[in-house]
């Protein structure tokens, strides 16, 4: 493979600063509780405001929205919840008799509390609402809070309305490592969340992280600053391949975008076309920084290598704009969302095709997909043994005990073998 264009930073560049940053504030509020997060919603926010959005809020907020947003909202919600629901028919409970008299199981529990954080620092991210909110609602799990940074006097009003359509229980006007700390703790509502959901920046994903690492709660991914990789033939359009690229680094200075070709002329026109298709955007300082520190070319000499380079990226979106989509999708190993052929844009999962938005970030593709109904459920297993089992089952089980050394364990098998068959010799 050879680098057309390189990156001069990686998702690891600022990490060691941000997660200093984030354990201090999560020190700081597990000190001094609820105070901590006021100060700190005041300092980074401007925030002096109450954090539970009342009915009364809220209704005022959705009434300046035009009845198109609202639609345009709703229409998502029922793209998401479609998906959303079809996931969560598709995981069974289920029982077998494995031996006769054997009864082993699998039931599917609901969590009961779910924190969903809606970034809000530079974008008001309706859609990412209904991508969490409605989809823990599909899963059954019956309490959800839902937060969001306050912009000025509020959190935005499609935020509040996707939150609302999507069954959020409490709104938080909050935003940061402390909307983190606050959800995960119970602070101001009193039900700390089970799981810690939803994408947000370099600090509010270390500090979902460092939570999950704790103990305290379980999180969905690492969803950080948003990546977006595209591999093309030569069949792709170079404008719609530059395009595409801004358009996914728009969402901040720290966003890499990548193309992979095996095509040296597509490369080659992509990095011609890149700074005109940013000098045209409304704000080009942020996709310009973005892909001078962070975008990437590489040329690959056939399609396997492609795919080696993308496995190893692993990167949360991956558009494949070629020839044989079939083949892409069958040979690619990692990747957070795939975006199959020039009419699947990422905006339109980002916004409204119904898979969830919510994407591992940072390589977590290597081990894990994005958020989905089976992050909110808990999979429980369950037995019961009948007495003649236990003449097979507790035997075996009472001699593994003792390959292990557990002579407690051993001697709660062999009861039950001497007192359901007094008359055997169990030596
Ligand atoms: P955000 O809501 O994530 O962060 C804003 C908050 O950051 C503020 O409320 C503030 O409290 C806190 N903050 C700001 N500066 C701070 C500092 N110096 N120290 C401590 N806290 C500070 O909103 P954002 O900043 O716009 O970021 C949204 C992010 O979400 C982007 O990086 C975007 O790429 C990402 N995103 C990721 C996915 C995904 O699935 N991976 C999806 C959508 C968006």
Not at 185 to 195: D, E, K, S, V, Y
């Amino acid at each position: 493979m050879e680098f057309i264009k390189k990156a001069q930073k990686t998702a690891e560049s600022n990490s060691e600063k941000t997660r200093d940053i984030v354990k201090n504030i999560l020190q700081d509020i597990d000190a001094r509780g609820e105070d901590a997060v006021r100060e700190l919603a005041k300092k980074f926010d401007g925030w002096e405001g109450d954090f539970i959005l009342s009915d009364e809020k809220k209704e005022r907020l959705i009434s300046t929205l035009s009845q198109r947003e609202k639609d345009d909202i709703r229409f998502a919600h029922e793209q998401v919840s479609t998906f959303a629901r079809a996931q969560r028919e598709s995981l069974k409970e289920f029982e077998i008799e494995s031996t006769p008299g054997v009864r082993l199981g699998q039931r599917i529990v609901p969590m009961d509390v779910a924190g969903c954080y809606v970034p809000g620092g530079r974008f008001a991210h309706a859609c990412s609402a209904v991508m969490s909110v409605a989809t823990a609602k599909a899963a059954g799990v019956p309490f959800v809070i839902a937060c969001s940074p306050p912009r000025g006097e509020s959190i935005a009003p499609a935020v509040a309305y996707a939150m609302d359509i999507s069954g959020a229980d409490i709104i938080l006007e909050m935003g940061g490592v402390q909307a983190i700390a606050t959800m995960a703790n119970g602070l101001f509502t009193n039900r700390p969340a089970n799981i810690l959901v939803g994408p947000g920046n370099g600090f509010v994903a270390e500090a979902k992280a460092m939570l999950a690492g704790s103990g305290k709660c379980g999180i969905d991914v690492f969803a950080g600053p948003t990546e977006s990789a595209i591999i093309a033939d030569k069949t792709a359009d170079p404008v719609t391949l530059a395009i595409d690229l801004v358009s996914q680094a728009e969402h901040g200075y720290d966003s890499p975008v990548w193309l992979y070709t095996d095509s040296r002329k597509i490369a080659e026109q992509v990095l011609e076309l890149m700074p005109k298709i940013i000098a045209q955007h409304p704000d080009p300082e942020v996709s310009g920084s973005s892909w001078r520190d962070y975008g990437e070319i590489i040329l690959c000499k056939d399609r396997e290598e492609l795919c080696k380079v993308n496995d190893e990226y692993a990167a949360e979106h991956v558009q494949v704009i070629a020839e044989d989509l079939d083949w892409w999708l069958a040979n690619l190993g990692s990747y957070g969302s795939l975006f199959l052929g020039e009419g699947s844009t990422v905006a339109h999962g980002d916004k409204c095709s119904g898979t969830n938005h919510i994407l591992p970030t940072k390589k977590a593709a290597h081990f894990s997909g994005g958020l989905n109904v089976h992050k909110f459920l808990k999979i429980f297993t369950y037995q019961e043994l009948s007495k003649e089992a236990n003449k097979t089952f507790g035997a075996i089980a009472s001699r593994l005990c003792r390959v292990e050394g557990m002579e407690g364990h051993a001697r709660a098998c062999d009861w039950r073998l001497e007192k359901y068959f007094p008359n055997e010799d169990w030596d």
